[in-house]
């Protein structure tokens, strides 16, 4: 673990999925918390950023020291009467380093910021996390402005190219015990992979999913924005680049990142919808437009997202809704599928 001052914003807004594009995707808000990830997922596209590239030491985990400057963005976000949610697990584990902040500054992590959030009712925060140091965060009463989401994913996939983060049946267990504490929590079953028997491991996923009941569930599959770039990548990091076999040469129809063959993600994605209880909110993460009709899905709040009447999702929605012009690409004038 490296540790230094943030020299930049610690609150930063996603630029979003580009101009005329027709991935349903928004500028949500990130905390950057920290930065890489001790854990070595084969998957993980933080291998290929470029800081992370020149700097390979920090890939493994960076911790901010500058810890009053963070909390002082934090209080200025949160003045905004505008209700927004913020992420933290974005660009890094957003839980993994609550530990390392207590050895560097005293006080865990989630102590610095769980406070300011339950201090207040129109913003929410979400920690994305695959770890298990909950101890820290039940020391703290729990907030409905606070959510707890755990990476999840089918046991064989977590042992196979998840490597040295806790099975997904440990992340399971953390999650139980938090909503048992009183704590708000959801999923993101993701990445998706196809391996041989996908529909028992999963199937056996999404029982876990269903006994804990929790908001939302964000659905995701295998996923690189180059084809070679991510294998390489992880396999110049010694992880498991086999996973690769299963993405298709294509991207998908907006030409955003190479995915699984539309097909089978359509088949799984409509397995595991299926397989949820029906008082469970699905969702897709950074996915066309396409694959959103074909599941006949609708989009009602994703993630990142407080909800489908977020005030970003109505920016987003007001710069589709423009005149095509001569320039504007083709396509930006449909809607995105929302829920009426």
């Known amino acids: 673990m490296i540790t230094k001052p943030r020299g930049s914003n610690f609150i930063r807004q996603f630029g979003g999925p580009g101009e005329g594009t027709q991935i349903v995707c928004y500028k949500f808000w990130?905390?950057?918390v920290a930065g890489g990830c001790p854990y070595?997922?084969?998957?993980?596209?933080l291998q290929t950023v470029p800081w992370f590239r020149f700097r390979p030491d920090e890939l493994y985990g960076l911790v901010y020291t500058n810890v009053d400057d963070m909390v002082e963005e934090i209080k200025k976000w949160l003045a905004d009467p505008i209700p927004k949610m913020m992420i933290a697990g974005e660009l890094q584990d957003g839980l993994v380093f609550d530990s390392a902040y207590k050895?560097?500054?005293?006080?865990?992590?989630?102590h610095h910021i769980i406070p300011l959030f339950a201090a207040q009712k129109r913003h929410r925060l979400i920690f994305l996390t695959k770890s298990t140091q909950i101890q820290h965060a039940l020391e703290l009463k729990p907030t409905p402005q606070v959510v707890f989401s755990w990476s999840v994913n089918a046991e064989e996939v977590g042992a196979t190219w998840e490597h040295g983060a806790p099975l997904p049946s440990e992340r399971f267990a953390a999650a139980k015990k938090m909503k048992r504490a009183g704590w708000p929590i959801r999923f993101r079953l993701d990445p998706m992979i196809p391996y041989p028997n996908w529909k028992k491991g999963y199937g056996e996923a999404i029982r876990r999913i269903n006994a804990l009941s929790p908001e939302m569930v964000t659905l995701g599959s295998l996923r690189a924005t180059s084809y070679n770039g991510l294998r390489n990548a992880s396999k110049a990091n010694g992880r498991d680049e086999s996973i690769f076999?299963?993405?298709?040469?294509?991207?998908?129809?907006?030409?955003?990142?190479?995915?699984l063959p539309f097909a089978k993600q359509v088949?799984?994605?409509r397995f595991a919808v299926g397989q949820?209880?029906?008082?469970?909110k699905p969702a897709l993460c950074k996915e066309d437009r396409a694959l959103w009709k074909a599941l006949g899905m609708h989009f009602d709040g994703c993630h990142c997202l407080l909800g489908r009447n977020d005030s970003i999702v109505k920016e987003r929605h007001a710069e589709m809704r423009q005149p095509k012009t001569a320039d504007r690409p083709a396509g930006l004038g449909k809607s995105l599928p929302i829920m009426a």
């Open 267 to 269: 088949e799984m994605f």
């Open 103 to 110: 050895k560097t500054s005293g006080k865990a992590l989630t």
């Open 245 to 259: 076999d299963y993405l298709t040469e294509e991207k998908d129809p907006s030409g955003f990142k190479y995915r």
């Open 276 to 280: 949820l209880k029906t008082n469970i």
């Open 40 to 45: 070595r997922c084969a998957y993980c596209f």
């Open 30 to 32: 990130q905390l950057v």
